[in-house]
């Protein structure tokens, strides 16, 4: 699995908008074969700052991922919207396809 995190430093006077500028690339990006998740946050420290994680299931996935037109076409459009270069940490998780649950917290009875 191919895991990447991506910190997304907006315009100001986009920030209140980024998820509907982003929102046709997402649902593209969701849609091809290899993508595992795609998932948006934004920051609790910096209201003009988003997060996404994603994975994809291999280094061939992630290839066609940023040879696709979609993605073309939002780096054209991102960089409209974005206030500096976006900060990045990829990473080739060998044999893993997802998620795994966290083994110290549960949920418990109030």
């Known amino acids: 699995m191919i895991f ?10 986009r920030s209140e908008e980024w998820l509907d500028i982003v929102r046709d690339f ?5 849609a091809e074969p290899g993508n ?5 946050s934004r920051s609790v420290d910096d209201p003009n700052e988003y997060v996404l994680v994603e994975g994809f299931r291999d ?4 290839r066609e991922h ?20 976006p900060k990045i940490i990829s990473v ?3 044999d893993r396809h997802g998620w795994d ?3 110290e917290l549960s949920p418990r009875e109030a």
Request: proline letters at 6%; charged letters at 25%; a negative charge.
């Open 4 to 13: 990447i995190t991506v910190k997304f430093p907006v315009r100001p006077e």
């Open 26 to 30: 997402t649902e593209a990006t969701r």
């Open 36 to 40: 595992l998740f795609y998932e948006w």
């Open 59 to 62: 280094a061939e996935a992630g």
């Open 66 to 85: 940023v040879e696709s037109a979609h993605f073309r076409q939002a780096m054209e459009d991102l960089s409209y919207a974005i206030a500096a270069k």
């Open 92 to 94: 080739e998780l060998p």
């Open 101 to 103: 649950l966290m083994g």
